[in-house]
């Protein structure tokens, strides 16, 4: 039991039985005659920002709406990311941030909640309280769904912590977005199909911040992809912390693998992109290399992080495959669909990571051929396994072997983005782009692409000749004659082109 003495007003919350809800305060759910805003600031990966999305359902109800604006909030959520150091340690500054923030309200006579979600939050929630007087509530991933609950507690003048592993499935309580909230955020979805990892490589803490691996039932995913198709949305992204370990229950009562809910989502109307990430090569199975040689809908763009080349350091990751093992995959992905591109992640300077071992990384590297990939010096993480090796490798050994790395990356991403110059591709059109006239869109290989046209091809998947490259940005035009086709087209600044984020 952890020692939260001088916490008097401090609540932990245990979890509810299945089936069993605390009352809402009741001036929260209807009566309100003016909207509260509330404001999310989200780090880390894809879960993150859908989780963020979802916390943003679950208090829409509540009468939430969301601001750009923290300090005009009367509620902020950080959504927190324990992958590194880094980025675990960047929710006290934002913290000491916030008390300024909401010491200001007070004075206007307002209040501001405060409230800590994600993987910090449950790594670190009694610390969190015990660091930051300030915050109000701190709830753990597995939780959301008890999110006005713990508001209300703290309404009431108490600190709520819930770090729980609650019995009872959060999906099957969180409410559904409304059409307008997924009409507003976009043609493009994440759909969280899998959730935790039993993996446990020796130097990560997702095991531990967002428990058991879980798969929701296809059912329910139909469901959700449905609604979002309904709603104008034409890509899906299925996400996971190790998502084709999925095998959710099929409406047969048999487990399904990811492979055939991809063939049964391709055939609901609307949904015209089918995207996954993130795999673990171990969990690559036949049902996946099929789905990517018969489903066009599948885009052959691949993120399928493997961490080192070496088979030492791999082995000492606990990866449970070799440097050969990922080559053969690829090869398998490549002869299903020889159109498929890849990217990775990469950690440099695991602990007895020798200068042999970085080199036999560039060699994976280099053989593989990548589309894009991101790349990490390693870091310590707390209960970890490999935060106890002594053979640690100093930082200017990393700082180098990251640059070198890094390097070959950009020059594979480079050229994989230049070979699109001269070419036409299907480019699914998202949004106008900061430039007048412009609308941006997504090539298959997740490449931001720009043309002058009007908003009326959004949500559309258009042939366009790529023209030139800006920075990471393909600029083209339309291949259809088009009333616009003679403005000369220009870029905006864009993100990078790759999947996703993996960690701040
Ligand atoms: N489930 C995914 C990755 C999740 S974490 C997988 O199995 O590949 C995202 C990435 O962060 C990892 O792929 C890894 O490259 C990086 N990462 C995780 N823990 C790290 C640590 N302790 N130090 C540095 N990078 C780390
Ligand atoms: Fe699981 Fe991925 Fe972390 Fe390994 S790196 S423990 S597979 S989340
Ligand atoms: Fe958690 Fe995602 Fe970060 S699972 S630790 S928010 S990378």
Redesign the pocket.
């Known amino acids: 039991m952890l020692d939260f003495a001088g916490f008097s007003l401090y609540l932990e919350r245990r979890s509810y039985r299945r089936g069993v809800t605390a009352p809402f305060l009741p001036c929260i759910s209807g009566s309100m005659t003016q909207p509260r805003k509330l404001h999310i600031k989200s780090f880390g ?1 894809q879960m993150n920002v859908y989780d963020a999305q979802r916390m943003v359902d679950a208090l829409a109800p509540e009468g939430f709406v969301e601001t750009a604006n923290p300090d005009e909030a009367d509620l902020v959520i950080l959504n927190t990311c324990h ?3 880094k980025a675990s340690e960047k929710v006290y500054s934002e913290l000491g941030r916030l008390r300024v923030a909401k010491d200001e309200a007070a004075l206007q006579g307002r209040r501001m909640a405060i409230a800590v979600a994600g993987c910090v939050a449950q790594a670190e929630g009694a610390e969190i309280i015990r660091r930051q007087p300030a915050v109000d509530v701190v709830v753990g991933p597995q939780s959301y769904h008890h999110l006005p609950q713990l508001l209300a507690e703290a309404a009431r003048g108490g600190r709520a912590l819930e770090t729980e592993f609650p019995v009872e499935d959060k999906f099957g309580f969180l409410p559904p977005p409304q059409p307008d909230a997924i009409r507003a955020r976009g043609i493009s979805a994440f759909v969280t199909v899998q959730e935790g ?1 039993d ?1 446990f ?1 020796t ?4 095991p531990y911040t967002r428990g058991a691996e879980v798969s929701r039932p296809v059912d329910k995913i139909v469901e959700d992809v449905r609604r979002l198709a309904d709603n104008g949305v034409r890509e899906i992204t299925l996400i996971g ?2 998502v084709n370990a999925y095998h959710g229950d099929g409406p047969d009562g048999r487990p399904w693998p990811l492979g055939d809910l991809l063939r049964h989502l391709a055939t609901i109307p609307g949904i015209a992109r089918l995207r996954y990430s ?3 090569p171990r969990d690559v199975d036949q049902s996946l290399i099929d789905a990517h040689r018969d489903l066009p809908a599948l885009m052959p763009f691949v993120h ?4 080192s080349g070496s088979d030492a350091i791999l082995a000492a990751m606990n ?1 449970k495959h070799t440097a050969d093992d990922y080559r053969r995959l690829a090869d398998r992905f490549r002869s299903a669909n020889p159109a498929i591109a890849f990217s ?4 440099v300077g ?1 602990p007895g990571e020798t200068a042999e071992d970085f080199a036999a990384t560039l060699a994976l590297v280099t053989q593989i051929g990548y589309a894009g990939a ?8 707390p209960g ?1 396994p ?2 106890e090796l002594q053979e640690t490798v100093s930082a200017a050994v990393m700082d180098e072997r990251l640059v070198r790395l890094q390097e070959l990356i950009d020059s594979q991403q480079s050229a994989f983005n230049e070979a699109a110059i001269g070419t036409t591709v299907e480019v699914l059109f998202e949004r106008a782009a900061r430039n007048p006239g412009q609308i941006v869109g997504r090539t298959a290989y997740l490449q931001p692409a720009h043309v002058m046209a009007g908003p009326e091809i959004i949500g559309r998947i258009l042939p366009v000749r790529i023209d030139s490259l800006e920075r990471y940005s393909l600029i083209g035009e339309l291949a259809a004659p088009q009333p616009h086709a003679a403005f000369v087209t220009r870029p905006d600044s864009s993100p990078q082109s790759l999947p996703i984020t ?2 701040a």
Not at 344 to 347: E, R
């Open positions: 990966c992958i590194r150091e990892c993996k490589c130097f990560c803490v997702v912390q190790n993130t795999s673990h399928l992080p493997v961490q990866r990775s992640d990469f950690i695991f991101y790349s990490f010096k390693y870091s310590p993480r970890t490999a935060a993996t960690g």
